[in-house]
């Protein structure tokens, strides 16, 4: 499927039908998991049929609902802006394959992930298959989250990529700059933002094939 295409289907979803990932899709998420570990040195953890995590008041308060299935993010502090980047790549592949999910901070339980001394929980990613699709997020205008000393098509389009990304409470503290071909991007101050820089890092290299430093 087209990645921008499957980037504008993919919305948050916090209430899941109780409906088992079935084997075969388990099986592709657990070796994308593996690879990601592997070459970006984060320990990302998948648990199923556990609905433990999520069954407590912050979870409730946060309006999830039967979520059994989950994806803890693990590493050191430092490594933040991976976790978005390759959270994100995680999530566009549950998208995929007809998955929902959803970026969780703060509104969760205890999880079982194993966490090693001098690593952290960096975030949780709910998954599994949502009540609904969820909804478009609003977004600011293109030109207040980027700058550019030339137009250009394919810087365009990934910030077309850029503004579907998901962030913490929408807030978009981020800032993409086009100069003499080079793209740079920085997180502003916000909560969580450079887990966010990385998420939007994604959407922009995977739609142009352009990374931004």
């Known amino acids: 499927m087209d990645t921008l295409q499957?980037?504008?289907?993919?919305?948050?979803?916090?209430?899941?039908?109780?409906?088992?990932?079935e084997q075969d899709k388990r099986f592709v998420i657990n070796k994308l998991i593996k690879e990601i570990n592997e070459e970006s040195g984060l320990q990302m953890q998948v648990f199923y049929d556990?609905?433990?995590?999520?069954?407590?008041?912050?979870?409730?308060?946060?309006?999830?609902e039967n979520v059994t299935n989950y994806i803890?993010?693990?590493?050191?502090?430092?490594?933040?802006?991976?976790?978005?980047?390759?959270?994100?790549?995680?999530?566009l592949k549950c998208q995929e394959l007809g998955l929902?999910?959803?970026?969780?901070?703060m509104t969760h339980g205890k999880t079982q992930a194993k966490i090693e001394k001098g690593k952290?929980?960096?975030?949780?990613?709910?998954?599994?298959y949502g009540k609904n699709q969820g909804f478009p997020h609003k977004s600011k205008e293109l030109d207040t989250l980027c700058?550019?000393?030339?137009?250009?098509d394919w810087f365009k389009q990934g910030m077309e990529a850029v503004a579907l990304a998901p962030t913490a409470m929408n807030q978009q503290k981020f800032m993409f700059e086009l100069n003499n071909g080079v793209v740079s991007a920085k997180a502003l101050?916000?909560?969580y933002?450079?887990?966010?820089?990385?998420?939007?890092?994604?959407h922009f290299e995977a739609v142009t094939g352009h990374g931004a430093k």
Not at 193 to 202: A, C, M, P
């Open 6 to 21: 499957l980037m504008k289907d993919r919305h948050s979803v916090r209430q899941y039908i109780n409906q088992p990932i």
């Open 50 to 64: 556990e609905p433990q995590c999520f069954d407590s008041f912050m979870a409730h308060y946060g309006k999830f």
């Open 72 to 91: 803890a993010i693990v590493g050191e502090k430092r490594q933040q802006e991976k976790a978005g980047y390759y959270g994100e790549k995680l999530v």
């Open 100 to 105: 929902n999910t959803c970026w969780v901070a």
């Open 120 to 128: 952290k929980l960096l975030i949780l990613l709910s998954l599994g």
């Open 147 to 152: 700058k550019y000393d030339q137009e250009c």
């Open 189 to 191: 101050r916000g909560f």
């Open 193 to 202: 933002s450079k887990i966010d820089l990385g998420i939007v890092k994604y």
